[in-house]
C-alpha cells in the first residue's frame, strides 16, 4: 500500500476523552472513531488488524477441529423465554420491537440460538462430539462503556458451543478449548493467563478467564508468580488425546492465579509470600462448562448408546476479539506510539523515502516495494511529500515492527537503513538484504 493512497486519518492532538494508551493511540493512529457511546467504526487500518486477529483466531479454531458458522446478530426473544434468560439478562440487553410488535433482540451471546441449531438437526449421540463456531458481533447495552473497544457495547467476539453426550466428554472440549486459546493468544505477542473466575450470567461451576496483566486492566486478579514463567511454544498437541490436553491444563491451572471474584485469601497464603502477586489484568477470553443447563430448559437432547434419549453436555467458550486489540496495545507500546506483535501487525514492514522525488530514492524505494510484495509480504510505503520527521513519528505511532528507511546519501554507499520499531535499533545493509531479513522474520521463502 502507498500511503499517499490510503486512508490514514492520523490525529495530532491527544484526544481528550480517551483515558487509557490504547485508546489514544487507536483514535491517534486513525484506526477506529466512535460512532455513539461504545460503538466504533472501524477505519481502515483498525479494521486490518481486527481482521488479523480473527483469522488467528480461525487457524487455531481449525487446527483443534472446531467448525465455523455465522448466526444472525438479530434474535428472537422466544429462544431466550425458554430457557429463562429473557428476564434475566436484564438491561444489558438491547431489545427491539419489530413492525409485527415481535419481541427481538440483539444478541449479547448465543447459547440459546445454538441450541436451537442442535436441536433441530442432532438426534443421536453417533454426531457427537461437536463444536460449532462463529467470530460475530455482540451488543451488550454496558452501563458504562469505556476505554475504547475494550469495554464496548457492541464488539466482535468469537463465541463457540461445544455439545457432547456425557460430562467427562464435554469437560475434554473445555481442555481442549484452553489449550488451544494459549496458543491463539501467543501467537498474537500476548501472555494471557487462565484464571479460576465466576460463570456470572453464563452459568456453570467450570470456568476459567484469560487475563492479560496490564495496569489499566478492569479486573483485580491474584496470582503465583511462577506463573508467568510458564509458555506454551510451538508444542504440537493432538488435540483429540484427552491426556495430552489434561496434562497442558494442569501445568497452566494448577497454580493460584483467580480473579477478584473466586479469589480466597486462605488458599492464596499458602503460596510462598515471595512469589503471591496481586495485579490487573485485561479479560481477553471465557471459557464455560454448564453441563444440561440449556439442553434440559430447551429440549437438546440425543438417543443414547442404549437407545434413551438424554439431554447433552455443553460448554461455551469466548474470546474478546475486538478487545484484543486495546489489549495487545496496552502491553506493547512506548511513548511514540503502538508497537505491533509480527504476529497481528497491519503491515509487515513501512518503507520511509526520506526524499521524494529524488529519482535514484524513488526508484530504490519502488523496487524494494515490489520485491516484498512479490514475496506475499504487505509493506507501507509512505510516499508522501513530507518531512523524514513526519514520516518516521507516523510510522512509529502505527506501529510497524520493521521499517525500511531510503535515502540519497545512504543509496550512494549502496544501502538503506532497517529498523526495528521494537528495540529502536538500526543497521545499515544493500537494499536485497533488508528485504531477504524481513522475508525470514515472516517466513517467507526470499529469492
Ligand atoms: C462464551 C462465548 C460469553 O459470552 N458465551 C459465548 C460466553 N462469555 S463472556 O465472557 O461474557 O464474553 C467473552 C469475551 O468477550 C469479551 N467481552 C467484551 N469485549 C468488549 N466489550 C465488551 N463489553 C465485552 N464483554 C465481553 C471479553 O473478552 C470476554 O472474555
Not at 454426531?127 to 458504562?144: A, C, H, N, S
Not at 464488539?155 to 478449548?177: I, P, Q, S, V, W
Not at 523496487?367 to 510484495?373: C, G, V
Request: charged content about 25%; overall charge negative; proline content about 4%.
Amino acid at each position: 500500500m502507498r500511503l499517499s493512497r490510503y486512508f490514514l486519518p492520523v490525529l495530532k492532538e491527544t484526544p481528550a476523552e480517551a483515558q487509557i494508551v490504547s485508546h489514544r493511540y487507536m483514535l491517534r493512529a486513525g484506526m477506529i472513531k466512535q460512532a455513539s457511546a461504545g460503538i466504533y467504526t472501524w477505519l481502515p487500518l483498525g479494521f486490518k488488524v481486527l481482521k488479523n486477529i480473527e483469522n488467528i483466531v480461525h487457524e487455531e479454531q481449525a487446527r483443534a477441529g472446531h467448525i465455523p458458522m455465522l448466526m444472525p446478530t438479530i434474535q428472537s426473544a422466544e429462544l431466550w423465554k425458554e430457557s429463562g434468560r429473557y428476564d434475566d439478562y436484564g438491561q444489558e440487553m438491547l431489545r427491539i420491537t419489530d413492525r409485527h410488535d415481535r419481541d427481538m433482540l440483539y444478541g449479547p451471546t448465543n447459547e440459546e440460538q445454538i441450541t436451537d441449531v442442535f436441536r433441530s438437526n442432532v438426534s443421536s449421540y453417533k454426531d457427537l462430539p461437536l463444536t460449532l463456531y462463529q467470530v460475530q458481533w455482540k451488543f451488550r447495552d454496558e452501563i458504562r462503556p469505556r476505554f475504547g473497544v475494550m469495554r464496548g457495547r457492541e464488539f466482535f467476539m468469537k463465541d463457540g458451543y461445544n455439545f457432547d453426550l456425557t460430562k467427562e466428554d464435554a469437560l475434554h472440549a473445555y481442555n481442549r478449548h484452553l489449550v488451544s486459546y494459549l496458543r491463539t493468544y501467543e501467537r498474537m505477542g500476548l501472555q494471557a493467563i487462565p484464571m479460576r473466575a465466576d460463570g456470572g450470567p453464563i452459568g456453570g461451576d467450570y470456568t476459567h478467564e484469560f487475563l492479560v496483566l496490564a495496569e489499566t486492566g478492569e479486573s483485580e486478579v491474584f496470582y503465583d508468580s511462577q506463573i508467568t514463567d510458564l509458555k506454551f511454544g510451538d508444542r504440537e498437541i493432538d488435540y483429540d488425546n484427552v491426556e495430552q490436553c489434561q496434562a497442558v491444563l494442569e501445568e497452566f491451572t494448577s497454580r493460584y492465579a483467580r480473579t477478584d471474584e473466586t479469589h480466597d485469601e486462605a488458599i492464596f497464603n499458602e503460596v510462598p509470600e515471595e512469589r503471591r502477586r496481586s495485579a490487573r489484568g485485561i479479560e481477553v477470553g471465557q471459557i464455560f462448562y454448564f453441563g444440561t443447563k440449556y439442553s434440559e430448559a430447551m429440549g437438546a437432547t440425543v438417543q443414547g448408546p442404549d437407545g434413551a434419549k438424554v439431554p447433552v453436555h455443553m460448554g461455551s467458550h469466548g474470546i474478546g476479539v475486538s478487545r484484543l486489540l486495546g489489549a495487545i496495545i496496552e502491553a506493547s507500546h512506548d511513548d511514540k506510539g503502538i508497537i505491533w506483535p509480527e504476529g497481528v501487525t497491519p503491515f509487515h514492514c513501512g518503507i520511509v523515502n526520506l526524499k521524494q522525488g529524488d529519482a535514484e530514492a524513488d526508484e530504490a524505494c519502488e523496487a524494494i516495494y515490489k520485491s516484498l510484495t512479490a514475496l506475499g509480504l504487505e509493506p507501507l510505503y509512505d510516499d508522501r511529500n513530507e518531512r523524514a520527521g513526519g514520516k518516521f513519528a507516523t510510522m512509529d505511532l502505527i506501529g510497524l515492527p520493521w521499517r525500511i528507511t531510503v535515502g540519497p546519501r545512504g543509496l550512494k554507499n549502496g544501502v538503506v537503513e532497517l529498523t526495528s520499531r521494537r528495540t529502536g535499533e538500526s543497521e545499515e545493509l544493500p537494499p536485497e538484504q533488508a528485504i531477504a531479513r524481513i522475508a525470514q522474520i515472516y517466513g517467507k521463502a526470499s529469492a
